[in-house]
């Protein structure tokens, strides 16, 4: 789902930002062990990045407010994993296995987690690209009932192009199980005007991480 | 929590998914080697290389990657630079991606709906919050991280640390000024400590 609460740029209420002195990595054991068993499951190769955002914007909108960070990460993956077939829901409510599980193409070991590594999403690109630093474009009015990273305070707007990222792959497509399908990104800059309208503050400036099928030229 | 987390490791490890001493390592090393420092490293040796921070603003990753003995290794890593004129902020409003690689896991804040809700449309609101006052004439850069690139903000010098070495460069730099929610430590804060 796209025009979910995950999508919060721009929305009022949530109250002050509260900063805390000193703060922990974890602030509980199994904040760490939801973590761990997170990058373990994704090391599987199983799902994507995408695709295990997805399944967090797929929380209903009140499970995802009422839960903590690694809550919302925990009850994702509880999802996941049943959503897979990698586990059944009897097995989630007795607490234990009740069958063997079934045969990954990979497992991470103790000595694979001694390195620590974080995936590249770039990919060669399948073409020129379309927009180069400096043009305008426009960013697309769309709203997809699946995933996309084109936040909504961002569709239908004026930009400039500032630089162009090279070919990443889609998280459009890789959330649903479509194929990587990699498009050119790039960064889009917009004014805090042309964001939130004429009342905003003149000395504000916004940019996007923006996929080429996100814009159109203007 | 606690309960229900260890059931489904559990399931995991007995369905042969997970290895329970891969996990031990996982948190080993968001706890202890991963973490601000890295980018405090990073934005020091930048303050007293002209020739680094050059590269670094070309391309982070590779710049980052470069220092000796530097684990993890950075990806899709962008170095953004305050100046008189731009002070930046970083934010995920879809999630709470973040750089890892040189700052480890971003704090509870970062990942709260507040902080995604009002950067991009009230960020000096944000950093009032913070306690960051910028001068009127400073105008504001927000880096909403909507893909897999990361953003790390190269804070500005402080004036008065003038030959200083990297090591008690490095010192002044807090995380929060490398998400651009807050401004280097003055000097006069580690001087004190240091007698």
């Known amino acids: 789902m796209t025009n979910s609460i995950h999508d919060m740029g721009g929305m009022h209420g949530f109250g002050p930002v509260t900063p805390e002195p000193d703060e922990p990595v974890f602030h509980a054991d199994w904040e760490g062990r939801v973590y761990a068993v997170q990058r373990a499951m994704g090391a599987t190769g199983l799902w994507t990045i995408d695709g295990g955002r997805a399944s967090l914007e797929n929380l209903p909108p009140l499970a ?32 234990r296995a009740l069958r063997p599980g079934i045969r990954l193409n990979r497992k991470l070991t103790a000595d694979d987690a001694k390195t620590i590594s974080f995936a590249h999403f770039d990919r060669p690109a399948t073409g020129p690209a379309r927009f180069k630093a400096g043009d305008r474009v ?19 707007k004026l ?58 030229p203007a | 929590m606690q309960l229900r987390v260890r059931a489904l490791e559990t399931i995991l490890t007995e369905k042969g998914y997970v290895d329970p001493a891969a996990l031990d390592q996982i948190v080993e090393n968001v706890e202890t ?9 990073v934005v020091a040796r930048a303050w007293v290389d002209p020739d680094f921070k050059r590269r ?4 982070a990753s590779a710049a980052v990657n470069s220092l000796a003995g530097f684990d993890p ?19 995920c409003t879809l999630c709470s991606c973040y750089p890892w690689s040189v700052l480890g896991l971003p704090p509870v ?22 306690g960051v006052t910028l001068p009127a004439t400073t105008d504001v850069r927000i880096w909403d991280s909507t893909a897999e690139t990361r953003f790390l903000v190269v804070p500005m010098r402080p004036a008065g640390t003038e030959g200083w070495s990297e090591e008690a460069l490095a010192a002044l730099v807090t995380r929060d000024s490398m998400v651009g929610t807050g401004l280097p430590k003055p000097p006069e804060d580690e001087s004190e400590a240091a007698r």
């Open chain 1, 64 to 95: 995802y407010l009422a839960a903590s960070y690694y809550k919302r990460w925990f009850l994702g993956l509880e999802r996941r994993v049943v959503a897979y077939g990698l586990v059944g829901e009897d097995e989630i409510a007795a607490g």
């Open chain 1, 138 to 156: 426009r960013t697309k009015n769309i709203h997809p009932a699946t995933h996309t990273r084109l936040p909504r305070y961002a569709r239908g």
């Open chain 1, 159 to 216: 930009g400039t192009v500032e630089a162009v990222r090279g070919c990443h792959v889609f998280p459009d497509t890789a959330a649903v199980g479509a194929g990587e399908s990699p498009q050119w990104l790039y960064a889009v800059v917009f004014t805090g005007r042309e964001l939130w309208g004429e009342e905003a503050d003149p000395s504000i400036k916004v940019s996007i991480e923006a996929f080429e099928p996100y814009l159109a």
């Open chain 2, 33 to 41: 080697k991963i973490g601000p420092h890295i980018g405090a490293r």
């Open chain 2, 56 to 59: 670094l603003l070309e391309d």
């Open chain 2, 73 to 91: 290794v950075a990806a899709h890593l962008i170095a953004v630079e305050n100046t008189p004129q731009t002070h930046n902020v970083v934010v």
């Open chain 2, 109 to 130: 804040w970062y990942k709260s709906a507040p902080y995604r809700s009002r950067t991009v449309i009230d960020p000096k609101g944000v950093l009032a919050e913070f």
